[in-house]
């Protein structure tokens, strides 16, 4: 038996700008289906479901959701951490790439005592992003 786990996240209309720019930052193959697609009446460009195929085997879904203030499953709050057991010149790239316009680095990549290289970004949806990458 294979079992995986793959983030979901849940943006307040900005799933189709956020998951354009994750496309950007880590390459991959993007699929983006409306509500219009799905024939939902008055949903129209709202983004139902986004699947983002990243090469190296991971993914991320997404969708729009009216319920983001933090008292439901909308949210958007979350943390998703990229790890790697060595050295990932790639990752480096990616950090600064959701730091840029309009996201913060939280907490710088530097080496930790758990023999790591770790740090946290913001992007600019809100999404908490931590790195814990080999050191090299």
């Known amino acids: 038996m294979t079992t995986w786990m793959t983030p979901y996240l849940q943006f307040p209309g900005t799933a189709r700008e956020a998951m354009t720019f994750y496309h950007s930052v880590f390459g991959g193959h993007l699929d ?40 439901g499953d909308g949210d958007p709050s979350r943390s998703l951490c990229i790890g790697s057991d060595v050295p990932a010149p790639a990752a480096l790239e990616w950090f600064e790439a959701l730091a840029a316009d309009g996201g913060e680095v939280l907490m710088p990549l530097a080496d930790q005592a758990w023999g790591s290289v770790y740090g946290q970004v913001r992007d600019r949806f809100g999404i908490r992003w931590m790195f814990n990458l080999a050191a090299g």
């Open 32 to 71: 983006l289906l409306t509500g219009a697609e799905f024939g939902i009446p008055d949903a129209g460009e709202t983004i139902m479901h986004a699947h983002l195929t990243i090469d190296g085997g991971w993914s991320v879904l997404a969708s729009d959701c009216e319920d983001t203030g933090g008292t």
